[in-house]
């Protein structure tokens, strides 16, 4: 299967229902963590303090009937059956939806966005324009007109992803509090208080510490872990339901959440906050769609998670149904309801499955900040890939010791399940409100349904969440403040650079320097050429960066062959392999200057380590092979003419192609007419060694001379080496821009760009004796 994209939507088609179901039984290990277990929390949020004690069962057969209900219409309805079919090329998630619209409506946050862009296989896919007189070409001609609509669409989903991250630190926090919560019950209450905090603060400590390792290292262990709870709890909820209430099953009828809302009256809708926690991870059923497919993601959710979830919710309602008038058994929740056998095995389970839950939520935050950062809208940070295999797993250090810190924030300063819910419910319901919106504009825009449809799916979906936010929102001040205070800060830091980058570029794209100019050096570029491959990495998509003007003018030698590299992000998951580069001419051929743009999917990994800079050269020597004289008719499916620039694929995909051979330590004698100068290093002992380098050309078709002759130059060029020319920008506010830029520019942006990781996320791997800075100021 196709494991390095993570795309396995097509592939699912194609193979038997082994692989659906084996799909299915992973999904539940990364998936379904953190939504098995809520049974730990929901109860005891719920009956904390907002509903008085009675001697009735009114209560608890209304909060059974409100958690089967919500259950059923939003992880089920909502989300298995509408919001799954929304997807990304086989990707979900809130950015999912967002690039899904910018491709359709041609709405772009990203500033070096191309019309060759367009042509990208899977930019293209399942995109149809709109009937003329249809509410949906409206919608998205007022779309591509408006700017304020398109920063609407760009914040609402910027929103989503911040309390995406929230949920990252809240989930962790209360899933392995309520975990360990267990111990009261074999401790005195005078002592149980002291030993949970220190307990999950451990856990907590060992969880993030071990992120680096990757979750493919254990991940063997998490659906086992995840269908052992699901199975204990379902054992558990159905013994509790045969032994304390049988007829338990009649609480699932929605006329007593009416009765619940009449008798509890402003408790029972303060108590909805609690009882939202029972949908906490449904989110997640969407955001690893890429992992797995939908066919696989329904059979798991409908088979195994959702009849384990109500069997668990019914046993303990039934429990507590013939145990209400017990006041300390609403504290206790969940194991209070487990045979008091098996409590220990049972607090051991869920302390692993609560860690399982806590790790898909962690990695997921991983992956919605590498989206941000990919569409520019989060600093640079630094992303590991963990398997070399699953593109989805990946550790970004920076990110993970500041949710750790965060997270035992949380837990130490709150120290209860009630606050750390009121937290954890608002950051899910707003994710979910985000949703419901994006999906209302998704069904008109892409699947060119009816407005009517789409005001329904907002109408009934968009009340029952609102119902559950503003129920959230109104224990503002008990904890529910925390992920709007979080919120807040990663939605600065997202505004500040994505105003920040926006600006730079536009003062790149006014300050480029024209290829007349470039024509007016000559073929010398007016200063000496000296052997070697000058790459001069730049933003811009187009024309001749001001970094290399001032770089001409301040030194009087420069390389003989010179590469405008650009690497840069485009609105869709992946870019296939065969469409990975662009490669052009800068100017007349005989000036040996190329322009090369590199594009990468908001999900794909990166190149980063030397062997880029042979496949950027092998490009670039394949354009000079193919890109004069027509195509080849073998490369006619893998290389293609987009005006002025060609379209060329990596190494792997041209396997008649040209390919490259270097040889260290190759004799002075061998190198013939491709003899180079000796490369001497600057650390001692002083080695001197030598290299060469051949392309292998394939016999058909014949190139011509002057073909053959630019190729030649460019190996004698690569034999020499490469030298890195980057530009480092210092940007500062112009003079008459009002104190709010100034602040934003000169302090905020200035300061996230001086501690974010460096722009060359393909050139990481470079010497530095190999590389050259140059310094601007930009004023804009």
């Known amino acids: 299967m196709d494991l390095e994209t993570g795309n396995y939507q097509n592939l699912v088609k194609k193979e038997s229902w082994r692989t659906v179901l084996t799909l299915a039984y992973q999904s539940l290990g990364v998936v379904y963590g953190d939504l098995s277990i809520s049974p730990l929390y929901v109860y005891k949020s719920t009956f904390a303090e907002d509903i008085e004690h009675s001697e009735t069962n009114e209560e608890i057969f209304g909060v059974l009937s409100f958690v089967f209900w919500t259950l059923t219409l939003i992880p089920l309805l909502k989300y298995v059956f509408i919001v799954l079919k929304a997807d990304d090329n086989g990707e979900g998630g809130t950015f999912a939806l967002y690039s899904l619209l910018c491709r359709h409506a041609r709405v772009n946050s990203l500033p070096s966005c191309q019309l060759e862009d367009e042509d990208l ?27 304020v609509l398109q920063r609407i669409l760009l914040v609402l989903s910027l929103i989503g992803a911040c309390m995406v991250i929230g949920d990252g630190i809240l989930t962790p926090a209360l899933s392995v509090f309520s975990a360990v919560s267990g111990v009261e019950l074999a401790m005195s209450r005078e002592h149980h208080k002291y030993i949970e905090v220190p307990v999950a603060c451990i856990i907590l400590i060992a969880l993030f510490a071990l992120q680096h390792y990757g979750t ?36 699932l009828s929605p006329y007593y959440m009416y009765k619940f809302l009449k008798k509890t009256q402003r408790g029972g809708w303060m108590s909805l906050g609690g009882i939202l926690l029972c949908i906490t991870g449904s989110e997640a059923m969407f955001a690893d769609l890429g992992h797995f497919s939908q066919l696989s993601i329904k059979i798991a959710f409908t088979t195994i998670v959702y009849p384990s979830l109500i069997l668990a919710y019914m046993g303990q309602a039934a429990y507590l149904s013939r145990h209400h008038y017990i006041e300390n058994d609403y504290r206790i929740g969940f194991y209070v309801s487990v045979p008091e056998k098996l409590r220990w095995p049972v607090l051991v389970i869920a302390v692993l499955a609560a860690v399982v839950g806590s790790q898909a939520i962690i990695t997921g935050t991983f992956s919605i900040i590498k989206q941000c950062s990919a569409l520019g809208c989060f600093p640079r940070v630094k992303i590991l890939h963990t ?72 109408l009934f979906f968009g009340t029952i969440e609102a119902l559950y936010f503003s129920a959230s929102l109104i224990k503002f001040l008990e904890g529910a403040w925390v992920p709007i205070a979080l919120a807040f800060v990663f939605m600065i830091v997202m505004c500040i650079w994505h105003y920040g980058t926006l600006k730079k570029y536009e003062y790149d794209v006014q300050n480029k320097v024209s290829v007349d100019w470039l024509l007016g050096l000559g073929p010398s570029l007016g200063i000496v050429r000296v052997r070697g491959i000058g ?59 190329y ?52 379209v060329v694929g990596t190494p792997s995909t041209h396997l008649d192609g040209i390919k490259m051979c270097v040889e260290e330590g190759a004799n002075p004698e061998d190198a013939g007419t491709s003899e180079l100068r000796e490369i001497e290093t600057l650390s001692p002992p002083v080695i001197k060694t030598r290299k060469r380098v051949r392309f292998v050309i394939p ?18 060029a690569r034999e020499a080496g490469v030298a890195y020319i980057l530009g480092h920008t210092y940007v500062r506010a112009k003079q008459g821009s009002n104190l709010v830029k100034k602040i934003v520019i000169n302090f905020g942006y200035d300061f996230l760009r001086r501690n974010c990781r460096a722009p060359t996320y393909a050139l990481n791997s470079v010497p530095h004796a190999s590389t050259l800075e140059v310094g601007m100021v930009y004023h804009i």
């Open 121 to 147: 296989s899977t930019y293209k896919k399942d995109i149809i324009s709109p009937a003329p007189s249809t509410f949906g070409a409206r919608l998205k001609s007022t779309l591509e007109k408006h700017r």
């Open 216 to 251: 493919h290292r254990v991940g063997f262990l998490f659906a086992p872990v995840v269908i052992t709870w699901l199975l204990c709890i379902s054992v558990i909820g159905l013994y509790n339901i045969l032994h304390w209430n049988p007829h338990i099953y009649q609480a």
């Open 387 to 458: 398997s070399s295999k699953i593109h989805g797993q990946i550790y970004i250090p920076e990110i993970n010791w500041i949710l750790m810190l965060l997270c035992l924030a949380v837990t130490i300063g709150f120290r209860d399940t009630k606050r750390m819910g009121n937290a954890s419910g608002l950051a899910v319901i707003t994710v979910m409100l985000v949703t419901t919106c994006l999906m209302s504009i998704v069904i008109v825009l892409c699947w060119h349904r009816s407005v009517l449809m789409a005001v329904g799916f907002v």
């Open 535 to 593: 790459l001069i990495h730049t933003e811009l998509v187009s024309g001749i960066p001001a970094i290399f003007s001032h770089f001409v003018a301040t030194l009087p030698a420069f390389h003989q062959v010179l590469i405008f590299l650009c690497v840069k992000s485009v609105p869709i998951p992946h870019v296939k392999h065969e469409e990975r580069f662009l490669v052009g001419h800068v100017g007349p051929k005989e000036y040996h200057v």
């Open 595 to 646: 322009r090369c743009i590199v594009r990468y999917g908001y999900r794909d990994a990166h190149k980063d380590d030397l062997q880029f800079e042979n496949d950027l050269v092998c490009r670039i020597a394949e354009y000079i092979r193919t890109g004069r004289g027509g195509l080849s008719e073998e490369n006619e499916d893998s290389t293609k003419q987009c005006e002025g620039m060609m």
């Open 699 to 716: 016999e058909s078709p014949k190139i011509d001379r002057d073909a053959h002759k630019e190729l030649r130059e460019l190996m004698e």
